[in-house]
């Protein structure tokens, strides 16, 4: 009896060990699905959504313009329900790592309720807010996730509802060891949900009424990554509702009181009567370009060179400061330091060298310890570079006395921004669109050495044209594309099939070249510009 009660459990438990091992393959598959599905429709769906924007100007009729917004439309419920597709599985897997970052929760709060809000503006809903003063205080978190929290949480308020109000509270629920206890709640006069249907919102793929789908849209993904993203920072998330009454979503997060003050950047802006002059270094003309339009807008000069050693060892080279990129084809940041401090440069006599990096890898006080005077971490907006040299020339640089900032130019498009570039060059179109045409060019010769890189599985030429290319695909928030240019930047030999790395490079040919369409689309409208 013994022997046969101990061969049980020994068949039980491999019947269970293989029935875990089945549900384990099981969520694998279900993860690699989702994430290769929400990937693969990221490429038509940005051509979509590019080419619609780029029809827009093509002096439609107003019924084709309907036509045109309709797919617009869907376009943008795919393109929401693939992001949130991403993150929903990202989350399963346990792959959604918390960033700790100063910030204000208070401007987080209106900022995203008043954003919304200008969403829904034909809807008669009169927004209110009520926050505690004690979060005006910077405090340590991850303001991504709790601002894609309250968007899921105020989006719906404001989908489920249409007439009355919706409120926003946000107060200190308690202080201990440091930490502010949150209490972020979101209440609306919408239809409610029944009591039987509450204890199953947060579930995924789930609809408080079957026909919700129908009329208000959605998918059923929203809630469920809410609770995820609040559990995930520490807190609990709750709801309280009556059908036809309206709903109170409660978030509770823990957030950490900074320490440090959040410094607001300062406007400032270079003296014309003192002149400064510097020596930048490169290798993506694009960005070149851009550096030294912004140097003639401050009304100081610019040596530019994307080949460090084409810098003459002598002769009479006169500049002040250094800025060079860390990481280049054929010498990296650290070297150029090096060489200039080696004493064989006889126009080199101490300048501040400033390092310009996209890397994350290494924190600031390594590269200070390495020698540079400072650095900038890519992109970087005008303010921000205006800050270093406030900081290495106190003298040339004076705070405005009154703020003279001109309206940034828009790009009128989602696939590009011009706010970074905007920044720094105001609304000087031409020297945009200079930057731009630049752009489009070094552009097309990466992606033709990108594509030979990838033909070869040449996977170091693969990292450096990469490279090459992020910064500038940053500076124009291309959000796209940067993420594939940032995997292929530390690709590493045998990391990717080479089925999967020309599926990637095709994925980024065809986002570049809706990109380039856009860009043209809106360079069309200036007068300096040729095709």
């Known amino acids: 009896?013994?022997?046969?009660?101990?061969?049980?459990?020994?068949?039980?438990?491999?019947?269970?060990?293989?029935?875990?091992?089945?549900?384990?393959?099981?969520?694998?598959?279900?993860?690699?699905?989702?994430?290769?599905?929400?990937?693969?429709?990221?490429?038509?769906?940005?051509?979509?959504?590019?080419?619609?924007?780029?029809?827009?100007?093509?002096?439609?009729?107003?019924?084709?313009?309907?036509?045109?917004?309709?797919?617009?439309?869907?376009?943008?419920?795919?393109?929401?329900?693939?992001?949130?597709?991403?993150?929903?599985?990202?989350?399963?897997?346990?792959?959604?790592?918390?960033?700790?970052?100063?910030?204000?929760?208070?401007?987080?709060?209106?900022?995203?309720?008043?954003?919304?809000?200008?969403?829904?503006?034909?809807?008669?809903?009169?927004?209110?807010?009520?926050?505690?003063?004690?979060?005006?205080?910077?405090?340590?978190?991850?303001?991504?996730?709790?601002?894609?929290?309250?968007?899921?949480?105020?989006?719906?308020?404001?989908?489920?509802?249409?007439?009355?109000?919706?409120?926003?509270?946000?107060?200190?629920?308690?202080?201990?060891?440091?930490?502010?206890?949150?209490?972020?709640?979101?209440?609306?006069?919408?239809?409610?949900?029944?009591?039987?249907?509450?204890?199953?919102?947060?579930?995924?793929?789930?609809?408080?009424?079957?026909?919700?789908?129908?009329?208000?849209?959605?998918?059923?993904?929203?809630?469920?990554?809410?609770?995820?993203?609040?559990?995930?920072?520490?807190g609990k998330i709750s709801l309280q509702s009556e059908e036809n009454k309206g709903s109170t979503f409660t978030v509770e997060i823990p957030l950490e009181i900074s320490k440090k003050p959040l410094n607001s950047p300062k406007k400032i802006e270079i003296s014309p009567k003192i002149e400064l002059s510097l020596l930048i270094i490169d290798d993506d003309p694009a960005m070149l370009k851009l550096l030294k339009e912004v140097c003639q807008h401050l009304g100081f000069s610019a040596h530019t060179y994307n080949n460090f050693y084409e810098v003459s060892k002598t002769g009479t080279l006169e500049y002040n400061m250094v800025l060079t990129d860390i990481q280049m084809p054929n010498i990296t940041g650290f070297e150029v330091l090096s060489k200039l401090q080696s004493g064989t440069y006889s126009h080199y006599a101490g300048q501040p060298i400033v390092a310009m990096t996209g890397r994350k890898d290494l924190k600031r006080q390594q590269y200070i310890e390495a020698g540079f005077s400072?650095?900038?971490?890519?992109?970087?907006?005008?303010?921000?570079?205006?800050?270093?040299?406030?900081?290495?020339?106190?003298?040339?640089?004076?705070?405005?006395?009154?703020?003279?900032?001109?309206?940034?130019?828009?790009?009128?498009?989602?696939l590009f921004h011009l706010g970074v570039i905007s920044s720094f060059l105001g609304d000087d179109e031409e020297g945009i669109a200079d930057v731009l045409q630049t752009f489009i060019t070094d552009t097309k010769t990466n992606m033709e050495r990108l594509k030979k890189a990838v033909d070869d599985l040449d996977i170091k030429k693969v990292n450096v044209v990469s490279h090459r290319m992020l910064p500038m695909f940053r500076q124009l928030n291309s959000t796209e594309i940067v993420p594939i240019l940032e995997q292929m930047e530390i690709l590493e030999i045998d990391q990717w099939e080479p089925k999967v790395l020309k599926q990637a490079y095709r994925d980024l040919h065809n986002k570049c070249t809706v990109l380039i369409l856009a860009i043209k689309s809106y360079l069309a409208t200036s007068p300096n510009y040729s095709d």
Do not use: C
């Not at 629920?173 to 440091?178: A, K, L, P, V």
């Not at 004076?398 to 498009?413: N, R």
């Open 1 to 234: 009896m013994i022997t046969k009660d101990y061969w049980k459990v020994q068949l039980y438990r491999q019947q269970l060990e293989k029935e875990k091992k089945f549900s384990e393959s099981l969520l694998r598959s279900r993860e690699q699905l989702i994430s290769t599905v929400s990937h693969d429709l990221r490429t038509p769906l940005n051509t979509i959504t590019g080419y619609s924007e780029l029809m827009e100007n093509t002096g439609l009729s107003g019924k084709q313009v309907s036509y045109l917004k309709n797919v617009k439309s869907a376009s943008k419920y795919v393109d929401s329900l693939v992001n949130d597709l991403l993150d929903f599985s990202k989350l399963e897997a346990g792959k959604i790592k918390i960033d700790q970052t100063i910030f204000i929760l208070s401007d987080l709060i209106r900022e995203t309720a008043e954003n919304l809000k200008e969403i829904h503006l034909t809807k008669p809903i009169e927004l209110q807010l009520k926050i505690d003063r004690q979060l005006d205080n910077p405090v340590l978190g991850d303001p991504f996730r709790i601002r894609q929290i309250l968007t899921n949480l105020i989006g719906n308020a404001y989908k489920f509802t249409d007439e009355g109000f919706i409120k926003v509270e946000a107060k200190v629920i308690g202080e201990d060891n440091g930490k502010y206890q949150t209490s972020i709640q979101v209440t609306d006069s919408g239809i409610g949900i029944k009591k039987e249907k509450q204890e199953h919102i947060f579930k995924e793929f789930t609809q408080a009424e079957d026909h919700m789908d129908k009329k208000y849209g959605g998918y059923g993904l929203g809630l469920t990554i809410s609770k995820k993203l609040t559990e995930l920072l520490g």
């Open 374 to 414: 400072d650095i900038l971490q890519k992109p970087f907006t005008k303010d921000m570079f205006l800050e270093v040299l406030t900081n290495l020339f106190p003298q040339p640089v004076h705070e405005e006395a009154e703020s003279k900032t001109k309206p940034l130019i828009t790009s009128g498009s989602n």
